[in-house]
């Protein structure tokens, strides 16, 4: 089946550790974004790529750094200079930036500092 | 800026009534709209879409209006059932073809 896999579901991190955060789509889908969701609140923008070798800051990018050598790939990971990395991560694919149409969405890695 | 903001960030209806769940959005040069379900602890799922071109655009149970003079987005559901409960959010894309989402709206369906 197509679709957009995030792993794993859940993930613990120790103060001061870095940890990446999977994401892999067999979508064929040019641009790929991730997002964070505080509890009860809405989606914010880490980072996105609108095509391999190249990404974009978003709105949070701090703390975060992504790489994008494989179309079907964008993982990201939450280094120790992220002061308050708990937070539900999203990622999410579309056909292409700019090209108006929806994104699909995996089904989240919930992060938490122990 | 970009922003995107939802006027209720709770509904409560009776199951068979209509939900209106409603979005306000800043930037005028955005094109492209998407309303999206979450369920608890997964991700979202894309409900439907309307480009600026269009006021309206209906799909089974939901339907979007866009109105751009007030930059004015709603979801309308018609008969509301349970399985309809979850977090509502609306999303818009524009010139930086980032999809920039709101807080969302948690609705709530009451057997």
């Known amino acids: 089946d197509g679709g957009i896999t995030q792993s794993p579901k859940y993930l613990f991190r120790k103060e001061g550790q870095n940890v990446t955060l999977s994401c892999e789509q067999n979508?064929?889908?040019?641009?790929m974004y991730w997002y964070r969701q505080d509890p009860g609140q809405g989606l914010r923008l880490i980072y996105y790529s609108q095509i391999v070798n190249d990404f974009q800051k978003g709105d949070i990018a701090e703390g975060y750094s992504v790489s994008r050598e494989k179309k079907e790939s964008f993982p990201l990971t939450v280094t120790s200079a992220q002061k308050n990395p708990t937070a539900f991560y999203l990622c999410?694919?579309?056909?292409?930036?700019?090209?108006?149409?929806?994104?699909?969405f995996g089904q989240g890695t919930r992060l938490t500092v122990v | 800026g970009e922003s995107v903001g939802l006027h209720l960030p709770t509904l409560s209806v009776q199951e068979g009534d209509n939900s209106i769940i409603n979005c306000a959005y800043s930037?005028?040069?955005?094109?492209?709209f998407i309303w999206y379900k979450q369920e608890s602890g997964k991700g979202p799922q894309f409900i439907i879409d309307i480009r600026s071109n269009m006021d309206k655009r209906q799909g089974q149970r939901v339907t979007v209006l866009l109105n751009k003079t007030v930059k004015h987005l709603s979801l309308q559901i018609a008969a509301t059932q349970p399985g309809d409960s979850a977090v509502y959010f609306c999303a818009e894309e524009g010139a930086t073809n980032k999809l920039i989402f709101g807080t969302g709206t948690l609705l709530a369906v009451q057997p």
């Open positions: 999410a694919s579309s056909i292409a930036s700019g090209r108006r149409t929806e994104a699909f």
């Open positions: 930037n005028s040069a955005s094109d492209y």
């Open positions: 979508l064929n889908h040019d641009a």
